[in-house]
């Protein structure tokens, strides 16, 4: 199994980031999805889970401002994360309730 995790950066508050995760190793058209992050000191909390059927579900803390999305024709899911603040700094893994993969740095500062 393989996630792999990019889009990060550095963006100021109020900025947006897409993050992709490529999938492989494993049947991605019938998996549960999620997007989880880790900030310094801080345990890794899950903030984003998306169906098979393509529902996402959302963490209090993301929820009107990120959209968790999946192309299965390409193995892929998304993160649009809209209206950053400076809270959402962390790095960020998929999964696939399995597998964490490798992480994406994401910095929301001035």
């Known amino acids: 199994v393989q996630l792999q995790a990019s889009g990060g950066g550095l963006v100021q508050p109020g900025g947006s980031l897409r993050l992709s995760c490529a999938a492989s190793?494993?049947?991605?058209?019938?998996?549960?999805m999620a997007w989880g992050r880790q900030a310094p000191g801080n345990k890794r909390d899950l903030i984003a889970t998306?169906?098979?059927?393509?529902?996402?579900i959302y963490a209090d803390s993301v929820k009107g401002r990120f959209t968790i999305s999946r192309d299965n024709a390409k193995n892929t899911i998304y993160l649009q994360m809209n209206s950053l603040k400076p809270e959402d700094t962390a790095v960020y893994y998929c999964?696939?309730?399995?597998?964490w993969g490798q992480g994406t740095q994401v910095t929301v500062s001035s």
């Open positions: 999964s696939n309730y399995d597998t």
């Open positions: 998306i169906s098979v059927a393509g529902n996402g």
């Open positions: 190793g494993f049947d991605f058209t019938e998996a549960i």
